[in-house]
């Protein structure tokens, strides 16, 4: 069970949806144009899986046209840090990995 | 870039590989078996990307037949902190999701 956890969280695409949340509700438009290369199919699985897994909470508006807002449950705030710790990770080591691919292709 | 690192890390099997070094230089076929679910190709692919990435060092042992260890380099070693966070917190949620996926397949 907890390899079939990993196997979720360990999907860049949640990552980028639990990253696009860190800041509150996000209609969903809004989260395709904030994850660069997401298809709406793609990004429609994914939220509807996170949201049965109690990470993402929906919230339909009876507008019209209705309007759809993603936000973290409780429970997908406790994620936000360990994904955090990997954006930021990426971030300060991003020169580095590009210095050893420049190494590594020239050897 | 920074992109293009988070969809490295973000991929599951990096996860496993790096987690699975934490303790120090494993053989190739260990690392196979303590990766459920990795082929030898997806393996050999991944764990040459992250020796590209600067992430992993591979040594190459004169024994007959020749022996092929795998550790962290320094770099390397940095990303275990997020990973082994992620790790915990799949550890720490299972129950949660799985009661989740309960409720909403009951819904």
Chains 1, 2 share one sequence.
Do not use: C, H
């Not at 990770?89 to 292709?105: F, K, L, P, T």
């Amino acid at each position: 069970m907890v390899r079939e956890i990993l196997d979720l969280v360990g999907d860049k695409w949640t990552l980028y949806i639990i990253a696009a949340l860190k800041e509150g509700p996000v209609r969903f438009n809004e989260m395709r144009r904030r994850i660069d290369g997401i298809s709406q199919r793609m990004l429609t699985i994914n939220l509807r899986g996170l949201e049965r897994d109690g990470l993402v909470k929906r919230t339909l508006f009876p507008t019209i046209p209705p309007r759809v807002d993603y936000e973290l449950t409780e429970m997908g705030g406790t994620l936000l840090a360990p994904v955090m710790a990997l954006v930021t990770w990426a971030n300060s080591n991003q020169e580095n990995i590009r210095g050893a691919r420049v190494r590594y292709d020239a050897s």
